[in-house]
């Protein structure tokens, strides 16, 4: 394979993704529907396409980086015919149903059609921080994997192409979850006067110590055994995660982040788990 490729939607994502082709030494096309956004990756030597079309016959991978899958589906909409035998790269996030419709209707015009999820940020894109999820055709990895390497670590995870869509959504969730753990404990331990940054002091090392929970606890789902040697029954946990709602609201913090797992904890409760390990409550978010 060449080692011409094109990027199609020049955010701030996009734009990052370019910048580590160029500076990789591929012939990088890009195509943005706000041409301006190209201009600078121009000047630095990427090739500028007039059209969806211009873009998508000058490579044989065109990746694809829009704000989501109706940009996607709309900026191909026209030029999909053209993609036969090319192999599309499709980092734009999605959804598992979308991921299959555009891996079906690019596929029907004989495209070799993977999907990627970025976990990364556009700073890190080309650092070994950054990797990215793939699936779907494993032709089309292969063929592409040397060029792809430039964003960061890849990770084939299959020949379905909602894999990477779905760990990635996933892996977003973790984070979300982190994120809004820690805005409502911030948000508390705010309301008897500490700082952020005071706060920072405790709340790193106690989920850095967290962390390393997170093996026992995938054990414990993969065998499905939630009740061996346990050392913080759910019946105790919960106690905390009550007080902590309820001091909340006494706190005047809103206790809406941390609703959800009261809920799910007082569900496994109610079904007899109170010596259980927490692990536990991810039978009630299966079970619908
Ligand atoms: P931006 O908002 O910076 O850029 C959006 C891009 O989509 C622009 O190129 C925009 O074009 C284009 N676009 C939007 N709607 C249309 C449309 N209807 N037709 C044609 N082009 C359209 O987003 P990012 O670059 O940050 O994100 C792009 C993808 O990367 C998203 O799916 C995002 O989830 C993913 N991603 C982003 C990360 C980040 O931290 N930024 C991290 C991981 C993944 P125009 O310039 O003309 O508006």
Not at 3 to 31: D, F, K, P, Q, S
Not at 102 to 117: K, V
Not at 122 to 127: A, D, K, L, Q, Y
Request: glycine share 10%.
């Amino acid at each position: 394979m060449s080692n011409c490729i094109t990027i199609i939607g020049l955010g701030a994502m996009g734009t990052a993704l370019a910048n580590a082709l160029i500076e990789a030494g591929n012939v990088t096309t890009v195509w943005n529907r706000t041409q301006a956004r190209a201009d600078t990756l121009v000047a630095r030597g990427a090739r500028r396409a007039e059209t969806v079309q211009e873009a998508i016959d000058v490579s044989d991978v065109i990746v694809l980086c829009l704000t989501d899958y109706t940009a996607a589906e709309a900026t191909l909409a026209d030029a999909a015919p053209l993609l036969a035998g090319k192999t599309v790269v499709n980092l734009t996030d999605g959804r598992p149903d979308e991921v299959r419709a555009t891996a079906g209707r690019l596929g029907g015009y004989g495209a070799l059609y993977l999907d990627g999820g970025i976990m990364a940020t556009p700073p890190m894109i080309g650092s070994s921080h950054a990797f990215i999820l793939y699936s779907g055709s494993a032709d089309a990895f292969e063929g592409a994997k040397e060029q792809l390497a430039a964003f960061g670590q890849s990770h084939y995870l299959g020949e379905d192409p909602v894999l990477a869509a779905v760990n990635d959504l996933a892996l977003l969730s973790a984070m979300y979850g982190l994120f809004g753990g820690y805005l409502h404990a911030t948000a508390l331990a705010g309301s008897v006067g500490v700082t952020a940054i005071q706060f920072l002091a405790f709340v790193e090392p106690w989920l850095a110590a967290m962390m390393t929970a997170l093996p026992d606890l995938a054990e414990r789902i993969d065998s499905g055994d939630h009740a061996r040697d346990v050392m913080s029954n759910l019946a105790m946990q919960s106690v905390a995660i009550t007080n902590i709602v309820a001091a909340s609201r006494s706190q005047g913090i809103d206790p809406a982040f941390m609703d959800p797992i009261e809920r799910l904890a007082q569900k496994r409760l109610a079904g007899g788990f109170g010596a259980d390990e927490i692990s536990g409550i991810i039978e009630g978010m299966r079970a619908k």
